[in-house]
């Protein structure tokens, strides 16, 4: 099988493909919540939202029906880059596109293939500076904009609904919300900032374990310096998911060690 190179790997599993993590840090226990909030979809008028997969790819279908998917919904035969979650031993499917909401800029789509089904049980869409390394906050904002307004417009069940809740890591959940099967839309943000790393000859002070000035690293330009400073990672993550408590991934069973 084919992988992933190492930095795409990294950022789709730390953008949203480790589903267990998902389940475990955002699980919500929808039988309750289903029962106290279907009644009042029906009551505000909205038709109940079916949370079926993305686009013409629905939860359940096989490889084969994902790529014949991916051809229908996105012109010009887009690259789908096969790849194995190292953790997870889910199958991924992942294509670039441009535009899926206007002047978004383009965002990576990874269709995730259960571990024993074989079958889609996830679609992440992503955008950030790990896909495009020139995109802006504003940009990402404004996407996020408009993906709310319509998915707060649709009949999501309105006990599971979550909006602009800021987590304790700083990220943002800009919208989620369950249908009635506890099918899962979830819509995030969040910014961070990554220090650079250390010159492998680098040396530390013994007492504030900055790197020591040489005379050499002094009459470096002030480019190189500019180069090495903290930089911004945004991140905005739109994901479907069919089963958000109970995800078909690689789990050592208890008691095996």
Known sequence: MKYLPRNTLIWIVLAGVALGLLAWKF??????KLQTGAGATAASGVEPVIVSGFRSAMF????????????????????????????????????????????????????????????????????????????T??????????????????????STVEHDKKLPTGAIVVFSGADAQGRLVRLM???????????ADAKSDAKTGKPEASSKDEKKPAADAAQAAS???VVLRLSYIADPKNPDIFKVEKGQF
Not at 27 to 32: K, P
């Open 60 to 135: 359940g279908s096989d490889e084969a029906a994902v790529r014949a998917a991916i051809a229908k919904d996105f012109t010009g035969n887009p690259t789908i880059t096969k790849a194995e979650s190292p953790t997870e031993k889910t199958d991924l499917l992942a294509i670039r596109a441009k535009d899926v909401i206007p002047d978004s800029g383009v965002a990576e789509i990874v269709y995730i293939l259960g571990y024993k089904s074989k079958a889609l049980i996830q679609v992440n869409l992503l955008w950030g500076t790990q896909v495009t390394p020139d995109v």
């Open 231 to 233: 930089r911004k990672i």
């Open 189 to 199: 943000y969040q910014e961070a900032l990554v220090e650079p790393a250390k010159p």
């Open 137 to 158: 906050p504003a940009q990402l904002g404004s996407t996020a904009a408009i993906l709310r307004q319509y998915f707060m417009g649709r009949g999501f069940v309105p």
């Open 27 to 32: 699980s919500v226990d929808y039988s309750q």
